[in-house]
């Protein structure tokens, strides 16, 4: 009863009038535009309660509260000292935060939320020893907000949802039951020669793709190949020369093989890295050439569908002996694929439709590999049969399990099987419901197997599986833990310190922290962070206009490696335990030998990422200036200061700009080069009420003007019109010819009256205020952590979390282990 008094009785006072500070205050300063059925913005303060027990009305004082701290009400103009502002501030600050700290008491900080598709699929890979199940495309797409999904209140659960989820449910566990009394018998098959391509010619010309034989085409005489004789299709000598990379229309994989199950393959391959010249010569080349594969299905070009790299990146040169490993479904077969060289497209030529042109040499030769011949064996098999996944399900039973007491082993195999599903103890009535579902399926004759897996199923779709719960135990904790930092089920280590009850010790929690993030399972949490609080998973929604900018399209090698840029920098700051400042400045970024030509640094001779000291003075360094933030933020054929600015402050430093009006149209590029963005800026952002909410994030964005749309340094703009005229043929074999238009002005000033003359000195003045970095990193950590949102009543504790790592510098890790630490994560009042 005290309890429940402590917590009800100061609900009653708020729903009483304001504080007389804040009615009077309120009254003079602002009913004159809030007051009425015509009150600006639809905030009538005549008739606004001040009931904070109800979650709107909360919810607009807060709004109230957080404007006129900004103080961005009122407006410039209206007469408001610093005593009247302190005054409202003063009085609603606490009466909000013990409203909040009463709600969040008695219905909890959040409510508790369904795994999303990425933890539900990493969550069965786990539990079913199925490292490569892929499962998540079978399931909705999860809806987001406060940039995540993960949030509570967007993961709902709809009948369709759960018909979704028990079918993946049912593929995974059929694909972990062992159906044979042996696993598939490993193949090799191994070509050479004429047969480690589909045809005799690729698309994109003689130049594309060719064969070798003493380092002289073979068969090139003409663009339509003559029939081979006998002794050419058996030469052991000869050689496949490949000179493209990937793009539609292509199909580069050696004929005759498709996987005969699914599973791992060995692959081992003779190959040399190669100059061609002209008359189709080649040479040995000097430096390698990076290669990957791709998994996709043995068809002609392109229309394969389910494509993905696997086996990771060969640098290939010097001829011998490469070998990788790669994971392939049934009737699968492995596509070559060189990152970096042309891609030729068709209707090269206007004159001549449907032709192809390779695009001229470089000066040394045209860079391609030469292989000789491929050797493909699998799948491997597992270190035992029954494999792993199997044991889960029947323990030691072998493949197509029967039983002699079939409700006895049944029983006992659900429960051995909930005991490793469940994330935490599960009650013995809730286990009878499943029991008892396993046993009427059994009664009808169903089959052993069949019958449990239908209580597997069942389990894997119910509440006890799919949900997270508010940590009321170590248990909670420990899947709060794991599923932030390895997007997954807590790992036997962290469930036998839950059972001991041991995770609320701060030394321990601590210690699992540094385990987690030290884990391989850390990249899931760097991959899934980034993909959603940085956009990285729409990386490649906008193609680069080829108008504009034909050095960029179809180069998925760059792309490829900005994305890497970004993950590694990011996963970086939080291993090395980096400050805050540096997510908008550093002297150092990560390059490989793409971004080290992209970023102009010197070269770089590994296609594996490294870390690369900055020279004093440039532009580059933090995530602002990577060339991922940069091609997100644009549209593919131009900049976008507004975009750029309040993507920015949104995402970067946490003070994301109001919507735009209803009606008002977006800022449209001038590809003629006649007006710079700054003139149309102006033209915009004429209206008073345009220009100051543009003033907040415009700037920021000008300061960014320097980097093209993929991040390039660039001092003109690009037009088709205005300017000097640059023409030429691009990588794809097309001509190409635009104008570099009028000069870049990067300077610019902020809201706040701060100027600056160019990126340097605005990165320079976000950096100074490393505390609101950090708490903006705190924001977006308790959001994917929690599922829930900073409330009001936890602005206090984010406010001491930063009090304490700002005694060294707002490092990230620390800010990421004060949180964890924090009554935010861990519950309790």
Request: glycine share 8%; aromatic share 8%; hydrophobic share 40%.
């Amino acid at each position: 009863m005290p309890v429940l008094t402590a917590i009800l009785l100061p609900l009653a006072a708020f729903a009483a009038p304001p504080p007389v500070p804040v009615e009077s205050s309120l009254t003079k300063h602002c009913s004159g535009c809030h007051s009425g059925a015509g009150a600006k913005n639809g905030l009538d303060l005549s008739s606004l309660q001040f009931n904070l027990a109800d979650r709107a009305t909360r919810e607009r004082w807060v709004r109230i509260h957080d404007r006129v701290e900004k103080q961005e009400m009122p407006p410039k103009g209206v007469p408001f000292d610093a005593r009247s502002r302190a005054a409202i501030l003063d009085h609603l600050r606490p009466a909000l935060d013990s409203a909040d700290r009463a709600d969040a008491a008695r219905n909890g900080r959040g409510p508790l939320r369904r795994l999303n598709r990425d933890e539900y699929e990493q969550n069965l890979r786990d539990l079913l020893a199925l490292p490569h199940l892929d499962i998540r495309d079978m399931l909705p797409e999860d809806r987001e907000a406060y940039h995540f999904n993960k949030v509570s209140e967007t993961l709902d659960m709809s009948r369709v949802q759960l018909a979704a989820y028990l079918d993946a449910a049912e593929a995974a566990l059929r694909q972990a039951m062992a159906t044979t009394a042996a696993p598939p018998p490993v193949t090799t098959f191994r070509t050479n020669g004429f047969r480690l391509f589909p045809g005799l010619r690729s698309t994109g010309g003689i130049e594309s793709m060719f064969f070798i034989k003493d380092n002289k085409g073979v068969n090139v005489e003409r663009e339509y190949a003559r029939p081979l004789t006998p002794e050419l299709e058996k030469d052991q000598e000869i050689e496949m020369g490949l000179f493209r990379s990937p793009g539609w229309p292509y199909g580069a994989f050696p004929r005759g093989f498709a996987a005969p199950h699914a599973g791992r393959y060995r692959v081992r391959f003779q190959a040399r890295a190669v100059l061609q010249h002209g008359g189709y010569r080649v040479s040995q080349a000097k430096s390698y050439v990076p290669m990957t594969f791709r998994s996709r299905r043995p068809t002609n070009h392109d229309i394969a569908e389910d494509v993905k790299l696997t086996g990771g990146i060969q640098e290939i040169l010097e001829p011998r002996v490469y070998e990788t490993t790669v994971l392939l479904a049934k009737g699968q077969t492995i596509e070559y694929g060189l990152l970096g060289n042309p891609v030729p497209q068709v209707d090269a030529i206007p004159s001549k439709p449907g032709s192809y042109r390779f695009p001229p040499f470089p000066a040394e030769g045209q860079p391609g590999i030469a292989m000789k011949w491929i050797e493909i064996e699998g799948p491997l098999p597992p270190e035992a049969w029954p494999p792993a996944s199997h044991r889960v399900l029947f323990d030691e039973m072998g493949p197509s399990p029967v039983s002699t007491d079939p409700k006895r082993d049944a029983s006992k195999l659900l429960r051995r099987f909930i005991a490793l599903a469940a994330r935490g103890p599960v009650p013995d009535e809730a286990i009878g419901k499943f029991e008892r579902l396993v046993h009427a399926r059994l009664d009808k004759n169903q089959p052993f197997a069949e019958a449990l897996l239908e209580g597997y199923q069942a389990f894997l779709c119910s509440g006890l599986f799919l949900y997270l719960h508010e940590p009321v135990d170590d248990f909670a904790i420990a899947q709060r833990l794991s599923h932030f930092l390895a997007n997954t089920r807590p790992d036997a280590a962290l469930l036998q310190l839950a059972r001991g009850r041991r995770l609320r010790d701060a030394a321990v929690l601590r210690s699992e922290t540094s385990r987690l993030i030290a884990s391989e399972g850390f990249d899931r949490f760097v991959k899934s962070f980034t993909d959603y609080w940085l956009n990285l998973r729409h990386l490649r929604r906008d193609d680069p206009d080829k108008r504009l900018y034909p050095e960029y399209p179809l180069d998925e090698y760059l792309v490829d490696s900005m994305e890497r840029e970004t993950r590694t920098y990011f996963a970086t700051m939080i291993r090395e335990n980096l400050p805050a400042r540096m997510l908008v400045d550093s002297d150092f970024v990560f390059a490989n030998d793409r971004l080290s030509r992209h970023y102009d640094l010197s070269p770089v001779t590994t296609t594996t990422l490294q870390r690369v000291k900055l020279p004093a003075g440039s532009p580059l360094g933090g995530m602002l200036t990577q060339g991922a933030i940069l091609k997100l933020t644009a549209n593919g054929t131009s900049t976008s200061p507004v975009l750029r600015g309040a993507w920015i402050m949104d995402r970067i430093i946490g003070e994301p700009p109001p919507p735009p009006p209803p009606g008002v149209p977006a800022v449209e590029p001038d590809i003629r080069g006649a007006k710079t963005i700054r003139e149309q800026l102006a033209l915009h952002t004429k209206s008073a009420a345009c220009a100051s909410c543009h003033a907040k994030f415009d700037p920021v964005g000008l300061a960014l003007e320097n980097f093209d749309i993929l991040g390039k340094w660039r001092t003109r703009y690009r037009g088709l019109a205005e300017g000097d005229r640059i023409s030429g043929i691009d990588h794809t074999g097309h001509d190409y010819s635009y104008t570099l238009a009028g000069a870049i002005d990067a300077s610019g000033t902020l809201a706040d009256g701060r100027m600056f003359r160019d990126v340097r000195e605005l990165k320079a003045l976000f950096a100074g205020n490393a505390r609101q970095l950090a708490r903006n990193m705190l924001h977006q950590f308790a959001v994917y952590a929690t599922g829930t949102p900073i409330r009001f009543s936890d602005r206090g504790d984010i406010e001491k979390i930063l009090d304490t790592c700002s005694k060294n510098h707002y490092r990230v890790r620390d800010l990421m282990d004060g949180l964890i630490q924090s009554r935010i994560f861990l519950g309790g009042q």
